[in-house]
């Protein structure tokens, strides 16, 4: 059996290793020159490791050293909005692992045969027989998987008719900051503005940053530090010491819910399905749980009652973790003065339990 990948990211290759391990062919085209992944950190939560585990691939990130549950959310003084039990976290779903994007691309890659890569393959149009036209020729297998992100060739060749992706209004920045002692991954709110640290293994500091801005807007290092120069320590210093080549900004954009993610012998997968907001920190996890429901499922039923059966399995949990996590960050851009000091007040108020319970049937997931 032969399985053609669109796009060779992480839940490409991930689907990529999943259908290898259970001896099918296996091709990825990947559009870029050389497979890798621009980009800063990644933290894998629990129901993403437990995914990479399927593939004997989890305790591989798990020995780069532990990284604790979030910790909870501060005001931009640095008082608590809401703080996390981060050992009752740790005791009910287990470990987290920070890692850089291009070392889990690196991990996965390394599985797969070099035959089975072929970079700088610019894929033109998908169909629903399994023929698949790229700057190479024309592919067929019997499954195509469209792993190409959110403005995915894939989804556009096969539900051409569908709204395409939609800017939920806030622009993001990542970067890596040199080593830094920070209190563990933290968020902090503002008026439609946000900055969240999470600490790697080695030391280094993944950091985020989200504000509300026009659709297209850039913005420099520089005013970067402006803007935040007067939050909570460890936050200005972080941005001090960040390499301004080293900031990658990217408007943030959700699809809207897609009525199947199949058709014919064609399936999609991550963000080329269910592009999400980055709020849950559950884009990558979404899309590794996806790839190896699809291997399990198709190697398992056959090619159409398997896709049926990815399609009935991931569509419905993809898709709500898509509206929780929108839901999740719409209070931290709101603008209004009144509405942020009812978030203010209201927010500490809330059960030291209430993100464990929120997020359990997310974090506690198996195929």
Not at 196 to 219: E, F, K, Q, W
Request: glycine content about 10%; some cysteine; charged content about 20%.
């Amino acid at each position: 059996m032969k399985v053609i990948i669109v796009g060779g990211g992480i839940g490409g290759l991930t689907a990529a290793v999943a259908f290898h391990q259970r001896g099918w062919q296996v091709g990825v085209l990947e559009r870029a020159p050389e497979f890798t992944e621009i980009g800063a950190g990644l933290s894998i939560q629990p129901n993403g490791l437990h995914a990479l585990d399927m593939l004997g691939l989890g305790d591989a990130l798990r020995s780069g050293g532990p990284t604790d549950p979030p910790a909870g959310i501060r005001r931009t003084n640095g008082s608590w909005l809401i703080r996390n039990d981060v050992d009752d976290l740790k005791r009910r779903f287990g470990q987290w692992a920070t890692v850089h994007r291009a070392a889990l691309v690196d991990l996965l890659r390394a599985v797969l045969p070099a035959h089975a890569l072929r970079p700088g393959t610019d894929v033109h149009a998908v169909r629903p027989d399994g023929a698949v036209r790229h700057s190479g020729g024309t592919t067929t297998a019997d499954l195509v998987v469209g792993a190409d992100g959110v403005h995915s060739v894939t989804r556009r060749s096969l539900w051409p008719d569908i709204p395409g992706p939609r800017y939920v209004g806030y622009t993001t920045w990542r970067l890596i900051a040199p080593p830094h002692a920070v209190d563990g991954s933290v968020e902090t709110w503002g008026r439609g503005e946000r900055f969240g640290h999470v600490p790697m293994p080695d030391g280094r500091v993944y950091c985020y940053l989200m504000a509300n801005a026009p659709i297209g807007s850039r913005t420099n290092l520089d005013r970067l530090r402006e803007r935040f120069a007067r939050w909570h320590d460890p936050i200005p210093a972080l941005l001090d010491s960040a390499r301004a080549d080293a900031v990658l900004q990217h408007d943030t954009y959700e699809l809207p819910e897609l009525r199947t993610y199949v058709s014919g012998k064609v399936a999609l997968l991550g963000d080329a399905a269910h592009a999400m907001t980055p709020n849950l920190g559950q884009g990558a996890c979404q899309a590794l749980e996806d790839a190896v429901t699809l291997a399990s499922t198709v190697d398992t039923l056959g090619v159409r009652a398997g896709l049926e059966e990815y399609d009935r399995a991931r569509r419905p949990r993809t898709q709500m973790i898509a509206r929780r996590s929108r839901q999740a960050g719409t209070p931290a851009h709101w603008t209004s003065p009144p509405l942020t000091a009812l978030r203010d007040a209201a927010l500490p108020l809330l059960p030291l339990s209430l993100f464990g319970r929120s997020i359990t049937s997310v974090y506690t997931w198996t195929t």
